[in-house]
Nanobody, 122 residues
Framework: QVQLVESGGGLVQAGKSLSVSCAAS????????MGWYRQAPGKQRELVAL???????NYADFVKGRFTISRDNAKNTVYLEMNSLKPEDTAVYYC????????????????WGQGTQVTVSS
């Protein structure tokens, strides 16, 4: 199984920057994709950024040009650098991973972190 531990987050003023990170641990063969989703009060969870094992990235339109996702494969850690933050970026940010548990099977499972609060004040 995979455990995801997030760090970072907090309170920041609009226009400033903040970073969050997420480390994966446990017993697994490989991680297919790792990234971030967010959920604001009263809204559905939505994709923020995702990085695949081949380094392809997928960003939500609302963060393109402001957020950057990166990954340290050796540490099984993904980072999200958030610049030019806006009050509407306020949400709980959840780390996400899609991992293969066994090398002899292509089956994969999805895992979530416990979430970290990001609050942007105006």
């Amino acid at each position: 199984q995979v455990q995801l531990v997030e760090s970072g987050g907090g309170l920041v003023q609009a226009g400033k920057s903040l970073s969050v990170s997420c480390a994966a641990s446990g017993t697994f063969f490989s991680i297919n994709a790792m990234g971030w989703y967010r959920q604001a009060p009263g809204k559905q969870r939505e994709l923020v950024a995702l990085m695949f094992s081949d380094s392809r990235t997928n960003y939500a339109d609302f963060v393109k040009g402001r957020f950057t996702i990166s990954r340290d494969n050796a540490k099984n850690t993904v980072y999200l650098e958030m610049n030019s933050l806006k009050p509407e970026d306020t949400a709980v940010y959840y780390c996400y991973a899609n991992a293969r548990l066994r090398g002899w099977s292509m089956a994969s499972n999805e895992y979530w972190g416990q979430g970290t609060q990001v609050t942007v004040s105006s």
